[in-house]
């Protein structure tokens, strides 16, 4: 067994991140008295060690010293998205800090290499950056962390290397997001990566949080056993939402000085819908985008929620209504005045000082029709990593990308689930329960990735601005949206060339 082959604590893997606590997530029958007590599976048996092992295969490498350059795209100056498990200082204790401190020390010691990394802060300038790098024939970067905002545009550039063409990574072992590489496979090529390189796409998941005070104060039904149960659906956050609004000041108006029944982002009407069933692009078995949302049924589900979002002193979207959304997207639920709060994972963090319990659920069902949670991502922000073309070097940045994503996975991710999510942030077994659900099903949607001409920035611009000819609208931008289909398809075609 050669030097790479560390134990993976699997037990972390299955157990604490994918949950040995089964959920009721099936169909709903209208008599919910006649639905079985949902079951837990019981304690798997431990495996004898050789077959819990799970390590890279990887040859033994000798680097002479070679620095692996990261280009680390942050979320413009919202500290909750940064990417802060590639480059720390020091050890402090924190168990995220720690364990990035950790890897990289592991990593260049095994390797014979060091890491370093350039963070900016503005999505757009990091792009920017790489592209201004590749350009000038410059190998300044072996890798960047980028934003899908920017994922249409660098699949155009033709400057970044296609992922199956770097040795050694391993796209069945859990270290990458095998659903994330269906996803964006346009004609089976794929520019990016989502691994455990970083967390970050991690708490991306969307999230919905509840006041737990709030629920018995206004005699309503436990979030947990809705979910439980399958009818935690768009009806109950929105009747629930209906029973707690109150314009506290009296002047008359709704503002972020009120109570809400629910507080939300321009992200989370994508989401819902996401969540509901609702596709907005697919690849078909050729690999070819077709463009899914304007079907019938997704049309329906998308002027109905536009319909539930009118009444704005149920519901408060922070970032059109707040003239500091950064704040008030978590800090109207942290006072006490929203019953729900429908953001990502992310938030997690920020509530740890609220003075009152809460809960952490997924978003809900469409209806009791449907069978199972999907949790999409906050698309737009989601992290991933792509390789730049002048980076001539791919056999050792392999080696690096495989080993590194692995030892994410190995010790950064415990730290992300047990000692930030469950052991500081969630303040309830149930809560760890509903974790497990976000953690393993999460989606990502071909259409919200590469967000086609709009198709994506389109929709989420409607539901700010309480538009409801939707349309009318997509009648208008398909064109525009089938020619960057093609363009982007015929891109792919040239390469085989």
């Known amino acids: 067994m050669n030097k790479f082959s560390r134990l993976l ?25 006649t639905r079985p ?14 077959e819990t092992e799970l390590t890279p295969d990887l040859p033994d490498t000798d680097m002479n ?24 200082e020091e050890l402090n204790g924190e168990g995220i800090n ?17 890491v370093s990394a350039e963070q900016i802060n503005n999505p757009d300038g990091a792009y920017n950056t790489a ?24 699949c155009l550039s033709g400057g970044f290397h296609e992922i199956s063409d770097i040795p050694y990574i391993d796209f069945t072992k859990p270290w990458w997001d095998s659903k994330y590489a269906d996803a964006v496979g346009i004609l089976g090529k794929k520019f990016s990566a989502i691994s455990d390189i970083t967390m970050n796409s991690y708490l991306l998941a969307g999230a919905v949080y509840f006041n737990k005070q709030m629920i018995p104060d206004h005699d309503l039904e436990n979030p947990y056993e809705l979910v439980n149960e399958g009818r935690w659906t768009w009806d109950k956050l929105f009747t629930m939402s209906d029973t707690v ?15 809400y029944g629910m ?45 539930l979002l009118q009444d704005t002193a149920v519901s408060f979207n922070c970032h059109a209504r707040s003239s500091n959304a950064a704040e008030d997207e ?11 709060s429908l953001g990502g994972l992310y938030y997690a963090p920020q509530m740890r000082t609220m003075d009152q319990d809460f809960g952490i659920i997924p978003y809900p069902l469409y209806d009791d029709e449907q069978e199972d949670y999907r949790i999409p991502m906050i698309t737009v922000a989601l992290t991933y990593v792509s390789v730049p073309v002048t980076n001539a070097d791919l056999d050792d940045t392999g080696i690096f990308m495989e080993y590194y994503a692995y030892l994410g996975r190995r010790d950064i991710m415990p730290a992300l689930y047990d000692k930030l999510l469950l052991g500081k942030v969630s303040r309830d077994n149930e809560s760890s329960a509903m974790l497990d659900i976000i953690f393993n099903n999460r989606i990502f949607d071909t259409g919200m990735v590469f967000d086609f001409s709009g198709l994506r920035t389109n929709l989420r611009t409607m539901y700010h601005n309480l538009q409801e000819d939707f349309a009318s609208s997509f009648a208008r931008n398909a064109k525009l949206v089938n020619k960057n289909i093609e363009k982007i398809v015929k891109q792919f075609e040239e390469l085989d060339g």
């Open 9 to 33: 604590c699997l037990c972390l893997s299955a157990a604490a991140l994918y949950g040995m606590t089964a959920c009721g997530t099936g169909h709903v029958s209208d008599e919910i008295e």
């Open 37 to 50: 007590t949902p079951q837990v599976q019981p304690e798997p048996e431990a495996l004898p060690e050789e």
């Open 65 to 88: 010293g070679k620095n692996f350059n990261i280009l680390v795209s942050h979320w413009w100056t919202y500290y909750p998205l940064y990417v802060t498990d590639i480059m720390v």
């Open 98 to 114: 720690d364990a990035t401190f950790n890897r990289n020390m592991e990593i260049e010691q095994t390797l014979n290499c060091s």
């Open 131 to 154: 592209m201004t790098s590749i350009r000038a024939g410059d190998a300044e970067f072996t890798m960047g962390l980028f934003r899908a905002q920017q994922y249409n545009a660098l």
């Open 245 to 259: 609004d109150m314009d506290l000041n009296g002047d008359g108006k709704y503002t972020n000085a009120d109570r």
């Open 263 to 307: 507080t939300y982002i321009d992200d989370s009407p994508e989401v819902l819908l996401a969540a509901a069933g609702v596709t907005f692009a697919e690849l078909d078995s050729d690999g070819i985008p077709q463009v899914t949302l304007d079907s019938e049924e997704n049309m329906t589900k998308i002027m109905r929620l536009s319909g």
């Open 330 to 340: 978590v800090g109207i639920f942290m006072r006490g005045d929203a019953l729900f």
